[in-house]
């Protein structure tokens, strides 16, 4: 009986160590499948060098001024102002020409640009009341606006009085323009007749007028 529970327990023993052989042999290669399975840590990309950023040229400055010349003449003194007081002469020859232009827009524009002086004064009052451009007779009528104040300002009141009667509205609106600078109430009753008149702008621009010679 003993010799037999002996062989039994041998048999068990060796199938025991069988077992587990085998056991531990699948277990190993189970563990090595795993591992080929498992996903390999990915190797880091590599860096690109850094583009190196070339610095953007600055503007050229501007190029320096040359020197004068050694012995040149100094300009005069005063060529600054004669050069200026030909230019205005040149310019004042000009416009005065330009008051007697065929075409009535160079005459426009003379008379707004020649200036007010004695000389001027009766070729702008002449435009003022016989032009037949409306626009040239706008333009002498704003020009006279600088004879307030001056020797001619009883004359030149007396043309824009005349000339509130134009029968073009944007001559009318000059006259009252200019009007305002003479400074004086004693026109105002001159002026009541156009809070009548046809031009609704006309009517507009004397009631400021009205307003301005009061204040």
Request: aromatic letters at 12%; a neutral charge.
């Given at each position: 009986m003993r010799a037999i529970g002996l062989c039994a327990l041998a048999s068990a023993l060796v199938a025991g160590w069988l077992a587990g052989y085998a056991c531990g042999q699948r277990g190993g290669e189970v563990a090595a499948e795993v591992a080929l399975a498992a996903p390999r840590p990915s190797e880091p990309a590599p860096v690109a060098?850094?583009?190196p950023v070339s610095a953007r040229p600055a503007a050229p400055g501007p190029a320096p001024r040359p020197a004068p010349a050694q012995g040149a003449p100094a300009p005069a003194?005063?060529?600054d102002d004669g050069s200026r007081e030909a230019l205005r002469a040149a310019l004042r020859a000009g416009y005065l020409d330009g008051l007697e232009d065929e075409d009535p827009a160079v005459r426009a524009d003379a008379a707004?640009?020649?200036g007010l002086d004695v000389e001027t004064f009766p070729i702008l009052a002449d435009l003022l009341q016989s032009d037949p451009s409306p626009s040239v007779r706008r333009a002498a009528a704003e020009?006279?606006?600088a004879a307030m104040n001056s020797p001619e300002q009883e004359e030149a009141l007396d043309l824009l009085l005349a000339a509130l009667h134009d029968p073009q509205p944007q001559v009318v609106l000059a006259a009252l323009d200019s009007l305002e600078f003479v400074g004086d109430s004693a026109i105002i009753p001159q002026l009541g007749f156009l809070a009548e008149h046809a031009d609704p702008e006309v009517r507009d621009e004397v009631?400021?007028?009205?307003?301005?010679l009061r204040d």
């Open positions: 060098a850094a583009r003194a005063g060529a707004e640009w020649v020009a006279l606006a009631r400021d007028t009205i307003g301005w």
